[in-house]
Each structure stands twice: as structure tokens, then as C-alpha cells.
């Protein structure tokens, strides 16, 4: 059974017969999802959902640039 190492802690995670990148794993020590990234070896990495988090902050900051802006525009 092919397995991959956890990005995170090194827990060696079993992964189906045919793994592929874009596939979900999940870490039982961390218990996080992770993805598999690469096959030739297979490498595991976090997905970007946290990131996307993010984004929707930085979103709040640019609005209240906009804000500004329309201010000197006057
Ligand atoms: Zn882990």
C-alpha cells in the first residue's frame, strides 16, 4: 500500500492503491486534511482553505482603502 509522511508531523499516512495529485488524506495525529501534491514520491501538503481565510480579511482592508481614496478624489 503506497503511504506518504505528514507534512506536519512525520506520521506515515496510507493512501489508497492508485493515489493522485488533488487527492485528500487525512493526518490522525494532527487531524488535518491533507493533499497529495505530488505522486513520484508522494508528497503531502496542506490545502489552501486556510489562505482563502485570509483573503477574505485582506478583502476588508481594501475596502477601507477604497473609502479613502473617494475621499482625495473629492
Ligand atoms: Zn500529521
Known sequence: MPYAFCPGCDQRIFLRKDPKVGD????????DQLEVV???????D??????EEETA???????EEDW?????DE
Open 68 to 72: 479613502e481614496d473617494d475621499d482625495e
Open 57 to 63: 480579511e485582506w478583502d476588508d482592508e481594501e475596502e
Open 24 to 31: 485528500m488524506v487525512y493526518c490522525p495525529n494532527c487531524e
Open 46 to 51: 496542506w490545502p489552501w482553505d486556510e489562505d
Open 38 to 44: 505530488a505522486v513520484d514520491p508522494i508528497e503531502l
